[in-house]
Nanobody, 119 residues
Framework: QVQVVESGGGLVQPGGSLRLSCAASGNIFHIYVMGWYRQAPGKQRELVALFTSGGITNIADSVKGRFTISRDNAKNTVYLQMNSVKPEDTAVYYC?????????????WGQGTQVTVSS
């Protein structure tokens, strides 16, 4: 059974930093894309950053220059380094893995981790 698990959320002051981790586990044959999305109260879920298996990254304009996505292929893990955070970064951050497992390709979502930026 495939699992996607996030960690690292919490309360951080404006201008501070936080690092999120997301690990995919199980009988995974191949991961095509792994990335981070976020959803603030009353808003739609939006892309923050993602990494493709070909090494391509896509980072939202709203976080470009402040957030960095990286990966550890051996651990099926992606990280989101959040620097210079702002109150508008407050949201539940979700990890999504587009992967092939158990005979099919589909998206797997984590349970989400809360990030709150406040003084």
């Amino acid at each position: 059974q495939v699992q996607v698990v996030e960690s690292g959320g919490g309360l951080v002051q404006p201008g501070g930093s936080l690092r999120l981790s997301c690990a995919a586990s199980g009988n995974i044959f191949h991961i095509y894309v792994m990335g981070w999305y976020r959803q603030a109260p009353g808003k739609q879920r939006e892309l923050v950053a993602l990494f493709t298996s070909g090494g391509i990254t896509n980072i939202a304009d709203s976080v470009k220059g402040r957030f960095t996505i990286s990966r550890d292929n051996a651990k099926n893990t992606v990280y989101l380094q959040m620097n210079s955070v702002k109150p508008e970064d407050t949201a539940v951050y979700y990890c999504k893995a587009d992967l092939y497992a158990q005979g099919s390709r589909r998206d797997y979502w984590g349970q989400g981790t809360q990030v709150t930026v406040s003084s």
